[in-house]
C-alpha cells in the first residue's frame, strides 16, 4: 500500500487543472508578449487567472502579480521593502519559514535592524509584544508574519496583527502559502500590504506562485528586464503555470467547505486514532480549529524504530515528513521544535492530508506507527 500524507509539502495535481493546463503546453504555446493570435490566447488566459486570485482576495487585478513560488514572492516583498520603499527594520517571528528567515539574515548583513517574536509552547506570537515592539521605535518597519507555520500548523491571527500595524504605521507582509486557498481571505478587511501564495499547496502546479502587493505601496522591479508583470517581474510567462493556479485555486473556491469538512474529518479521525491505540502520544502545536485543519504534528517517544522514523515509514510506504531530521545516528531539531521547546527525547513526524486521502490510509499509518513504539 501507498500512502502520501505530505501535501503540506506538495499536492498532486487535480486532473482537471491538468486538463485546463494541457493546451497551452501544446497547441497554445504563444508568447504572451506576441501580438499575433497565439500570444493574444495566452495573454488573455493569463488575465483570466489573475481575475480568479483578485477575486478570491477581493483585491484589484493591479495588486496581482505572478512569480515562481512562495519563496520567490517572499523575497521580492521583504527586499523591494527595503529598496523600494525605506524600510530600515523589520520584525518577524522566530518561526518563520527559511526563504524569510534567510532573506532576513542577507538583510541583517547590510545593516537592516532585524527582531523575532518568540512564541510560546503552542507557536504562537504574543501580540502585546508585537505592539510593544512597534511602539519603541519610530523607524519604519515591516512586519512579515506568517498566516499558518507549515511544521505544526499553528495559525496567527493575521486581522489582529494587520491592526496592530497599522496603528504603529508598520508594513504587513504574511507569508500565506499554507493557508492560500484553504481558508477566506478579504485583503479590503485586513489591514495587509503583501501577501503570498503557491499553486502546488493547493492541486496546483509547482513553479508558480503569486504575491498581493497593496496599490498604496509601490515597488521596483524584483527582476529587471522586459515589461512583463506590469514592468514588476521580467520574463516570459509561465503560461501553462498560471492557468493552473488560476484553475487550481477556482477550484476549491467553488468547493471549499466540501472540501474542508473531508480533509478536517481526517485529522480528527487520526487523533482519535492515534490515541486510542498509542498511550504515549503527544501533539506539537495546537490540535483545534487554531490549527490548519490538513496538517497533524505528532510527538512519538524515541526507540531504534523512531530514530529512524521517517525511512521505516517509508519502507511501509507512507510519505510523511519530519519535524526533525535524523543524521548518522543523531537528531537535530528543527528551528521549529527548538522554538516551540519541543521535547529532546522525542521524534516528531508531521502528517498532512488532502482531498485524495481516506480513512483506511489513516488506519493504515496508524497500525505502522503503533509497531514502531
Known amino acids: 500500500m501507498k500512502v502520501y500524507f505530505d501535501n503540506a509539502a506538495t499536492t498532486k495535481i487535480h486532473e482537471s487543472v491538468l486538463a485546463e493546463?494541457?493546451?497551452?503546453?501544446?497547441?497554445?504555446?504563444?508568447?504572451?508578449?506576441?501580438?499575433?493570435?497565439?500570444?493574444?490566447?495566452?495573454?488573455?488566459?493569463?488575465?483570466?487567472?489573475?481575475?480568479?486570485?483578485?477575486r478570491y482576495l477581493n483585491a484589484s487585478t493591479a495588486e496581482i502579480f505572478f512569480t515562481s513560488c512562495g519563496t520567490e514572492s517572499n523575497n521580492m516583498v521583504i527586499k523591494e521593502a527595503i529598496y523600494s520603499l525605506g524600510v530600515k527594520r523589520i520584525i518577524a517571528s522566530s518561526i518563520e519559514h527559511?526563504?524569510?528567515?534567510?532573506?532576513?539574515?542577507t538583510m541583517k548583513e547590510r545593516g537592516v535592524k532585524v527582531e523575532l517574536l518568540s512564541v510560546n509552547t503552542f507557536g504562537e506570537i504574543n501580540l502585546d509584544e508585537l505592539e510593544q515592539m512597534l511602539a519603541t521605535s519610530t523607524e519604519k518597519t515591516l512586519v512579515s508574519i506568517m498566516n499558518a507555520n507549515n511544521e505544526i500548523g499553528t495559525i496567527n491571527d493575521i486581522v489582529a496583527i494587520g491592526e496592530i500595524c497599522k496603528t504603529h504605521q508598520a508594513l504587513f507582509h504574511s507569508d500565506s502559502v499554507q493557508t492560500i486557498?484553504?481558508?477566506?481571505?478579504?485583503?479590503?478587511?485586513?489591514?495587509?500590504?503583501?501577501?503570498?501564495?503557491?499553486?502546488?499547496?493547493?492541486?496546483?502546479?509547482?513553479?508558480i506562485g503569486f504575491v498581493y502587493i497593496n496599490s498604496t505601496n509601490t515597488l521596483h522591479p524584483f527582476i529587471d528586464g522586459g515589461a512583463q508583470e506590469r514592468n514588476m517581474r521580467a520574463g516570459t510567462e509561465n503560461v501553462a503555470g498560471i492557468?493552473?493556479?488560476?484553475?487550481?485555486?477556482?477550484?476549491?473556491?467553488?468547493n471549499l467547505d466540501e472540501y474542508k469538512t473531508q480533509i478536517s474529518s481526517l485529522k480528527v479521525y487520526m487523533i482519535g486514532r492515534l490515541k486510542h491505540e498509542i498511550s504515549d502520544i503527544a501533539f506539537n502545536g495546537r490540535t483545534d480549529d487554531k490549527s490548519l485543519y490538513h496538517v497533524l504534528s505528532v510527538s512519538l517517544p524515541a526507540n531504534n524504530k523512531t530514530d529512524l522514523l521517517l525511512f521505516n515509514l517509508d519502507i511501509k510506504g507512507i510519505c510523511a515528513s519530519g519535524g526533525s531530521a535524523c543524521a548518522s545516528g543523531s537528531v537535530q531539531a528543527s528551528h521549529v521544535m527548538e522554538a516551540i521547546n519541543a521535547p529532546l527525547d522525542r521524534r516528531t513526524v508531521r502528517f498532512s492530508f488532502s482531498i485524495f486521502n481516506t480513512k483506511e490510509e489513516i488506519d493504515f499509518a496508524v497500525e505502522c506507527l503503533k509497531e514502531m513504539v
Request: hydrophobic fraction near 35%.
Open 21 to 54: 493546463m494541457m493546451p497551452f503546453l501544446t497547441d497554445n504555446f504563444g508568447n504572451p508578449s506576441s501580438i499575433h493570435e497565439y500570444g493574444r490566447k495566452a495573454k488573455s488566459a493569463i488575465e483570466k487567472s489573475r481575475k480568479i486570485v483578485a
Open 98 to 105: 527559511h526563504c524569510v528567515l534567510h532573506s532576513l539574515d
Open 181 to 207: 486557498a484553504h481558508y477566506t481571505f478579504d485583503v479590503q478587511k485586513n489591514s495587509i500590504d503583501f501577501l503570498s501564495g503557491s499553486a502546488h499547496k493547493f492541486h496546483g502546479p509547482k513553479g
Open 243 to 254: 492557468i493552473g493556479l488560476g484553475t487550481a485555486l477556482e477550484l476549491w473556491m467553488n
